[in-house]
């Protein structure tokens, strides 16, 4: 059953913005956290940004200042707004959800994440 379903992603110069959103299914509602990760070819997939129930929010450094989390309360959208896109931004960008850990600690690593959505590609050309 595909609990998170991502959107936004596509072909940018450097510089340049999108937005990511990730809707999730009524399942997910129960979950503590979400967040974004991103995986580029060959390598490891690495937290991005990360959001509690509260609208605590957590950057991973490489992309503070550029990136911003945010969430629609009403429908429980999850939303990643990148501006100054740079080329090693290019990745395949998912969206996750999880719960039941120390998510101050472990808010951005994959393995805190029960539930993951198929994918956006993002490529940012220079």
């Known amino acids: 059953q595909v609990h998170l379903v991502e959107s936004g992603g596509g072909s940018v110069q450097a510089g340049g913005s999108l937005r990511l959103s990730c809707v999730p299914s009524?399942?997910?509602?129960?979950?503590?956290?979400m967040g974004w990760f991103r995986q580029a070819p060959g390598e490891e997939r690495e937290g991005v940004a990360t959001?509690?129930?509260?609208?605590?929010?957590l950057v991973a450094d490489s992309v503070k200042g550029r990136f911003t989390i945010s969430q629609d309360n009403a429908n429980k959208t999850l939303y990643l707004q990148m501006s100054s896109l740079k080329p090693e931004d290019t990745a395949m960008y998912y969206c996750?959800?999880?719960?039941?850990?120390?998510?101050?600690?472990?808010?951005?690593?994959?393995?805190?994440?029960?539930?993951w959505g198929q994918g956006t590609q993002v490529t940012v050309s220079s």
């Open positions: 996750a959800a999880g719960r039941g850990v120390n998510w101050f600690s472990s808010g951005l690593k994959t393995g805190s994440y029960a539930y």
């Open positions: 009524e399942y997910i509602y129960s979950m503590t956290f």
């Open positions: 959001m509690l129930a509260d609208g605590r929010t």
